[in-house]
DNA sequence: GGTAGCTGTTACTAGAAGTAACACGCAATT
DNA sequence: AATTGCGTGTTACTTCTAGTAACAGCTACC
């Protein structure tokens, strides 16, 4: 066991609110903390991987190759470990859809672009999207559900972006919020039903869900009188691009920056 | 206590192919222990108003008046109990639904009472929508979880009623099951989202809903090259009509008949 | 040296799901 | 009338897992 010794240089949070301790012990360990729950959260990942979602905090520990008082010291239970690794696969999924953000391509491009890096990472993580998605936890205040939590934040990137077009384009915007949910749980339940019984290939539900996205949006913006072609390369103004830029990057911290 | 003694007469099940004893002792209970169940199902419900989503099955036996063990005498487990609470809801819904389909009136109005009705039901037992919708039992294989049993119910028959429209328009029915699946899970996490935040009104949630599914809808019917006016009373030729019929009382066992 | 802030352990508690074992009541069968 | 099948109900248990207590050691700052 290599244990302790490694404070972990920098890692940048430069100044989360903390009272001036003014002594530098506690400075010292700032970045390993960051670094070991983030190794606590691979390992959960492993775990979920061998056990499947049903997986306890033994079984965790054990992968961790730490015992469980140790879990806890990092993690206030069991739902804020499952909050953090529900943020590691949004992360993972971000990683994925943020380049596919600054590649040009028409709108149906784009959205399938992005479909299909969703259904590749839950085809990817199976158990992982299963333990995170399909399971809730009803024990905790809503707000602090790590499903809900996550999905808001994928709803509100989503809703920021089509607010700037619909606004851009002078459209009611008054409807994106709750389309923005919508579209998310749609994506999301398709998804949950094709992973549980794999009747078509992922190329084609992309497809399907490409196109029933598209029309919603194409509905939207033809009832306020705009007619876009959903193949033509998408022009964008640069108050647009700035958009795509903003929505994908407040959500996937470490990714590009256009 | 008004303790035993009703076996209550018949109750249609006749014949579910246990073994055949030709004692009539086992015959007499049938319908009884049917009544039981869904007794035993509405004092959750009532449990579940009064202690929230998070209730115990010992808070459930206390409200149902019995301990325990009678409990589980009815259901094998929790998650049998949550599954026939899960129906109860989906039966409440669908007796909601069910008389809506019968009306006539334009597509619109007709997406419009559906979702209306279903707003109306998780705004009225909110608790229980949770308990129901919202958690998750990843103890369970996924088969069995009463959630995605009850969605799967739901889009199924949406799949049944979308696919015998498009085979009659001749359109490419492939994505009508993932579509389906689609549609209901935009409605749930709508719902869900509205329910957690009322940041509007349920009429202009369900007036947005409403539109983005038709537009959902619109797409596939343009792509196919029909146009249908949404606010024109439906015309639906007797095989249509027939259908909507099955779709309903598949699912609501014991709404109307067409 | 003293102390802060980690490292780690084993062995416990707490609470809820689910079970065992027992006793009683009614009505069909014998 | 007695037996027997299938319910009624109970209290008190077991089991499982999340979470905790209490203890001991290492390293770096003061």
Redo the contacts between chains.
């Keep these: 066991m290599s244990h302790i010794s490694r404070p972990v240089k920098a890692v940048n949070t430069p100044s989360r609110g903390d009272p001036p301790h003014g002594d530098k012990r506690s400075e010292r360990w700032r970045g390993h903390r960051q670094a070991r729950r983030a190794e606590f959260v691979e390992a959960t990942v492993r775990a979920i991987g061998h056990h499947g979602?049903?997986v306890g905090m033994d079984d965790i520990a054990a992968e961790a190759g730490v015992s469980k008082p140790v879990l806890y010291r990092h993690f206030s239970d069991k739902g804020d470990l499952y909050l953090a690794v529900g943020e590691w696969g949004t992360d993972l999924l971000m990683q994925r859809i943020g380049p596919t953000l600054d590649e040009s391509g028409s709108i149906h491009q784009r959205i399938r672009r992005i479909v299909s890096a969703y259904l590749g990472v839950i085809e990817e993580y199976p158990e992982l999207y299963?333990?995170v998605v399909?399971?809730?936890f009803?024990?905790r205040p809503?707000?602090t559900?790590p499903v809900?939590t996550e999905?808001?934040v994928i709803?509100n990137s989503l809703s920021r972006l089509l607010g700037e077009y619909m606004r851009a384009l002078e459209l009611d915007s008054?409807?994106v919020?709750?389309?923005s949910?919508?579209?998310?749980?749609?994506?999301?339940?398709?998804g949950?039903?094709?992973l549980?019984r794999q009747?078509?290939s992922r190329e084609?539900?992309t497809?399907?869900?490409t196109?029933?996205i598209?029309?919603?949006?194409?509905?939207?913006l033809?009832?306020g009188g705009i007619v876009i072609d959903p193949d033509e390369p998408l022009e964008l103004g640069p108050d647009l691009r700035a958009v795509t830029g903003e929505g994908a990057e407040d959500v996937g911290e470490q990714a590009h920056r256009g």
């Design positions: 979602a049903e299963r333990f399909r399971r809730n009803a024990d809503v707000q559900d809900t999905k808001t709803a008054g409807g919020e709750a389309w949910h919508g579209l998310v749980g749609m994506v999301q339940a398709s949950d039903w094709w549980d009747s078509m084609d539900l497809d399907y869900l196109r029933i598209w029309f919603a949006i194409d509905g939207v033809r009832s």
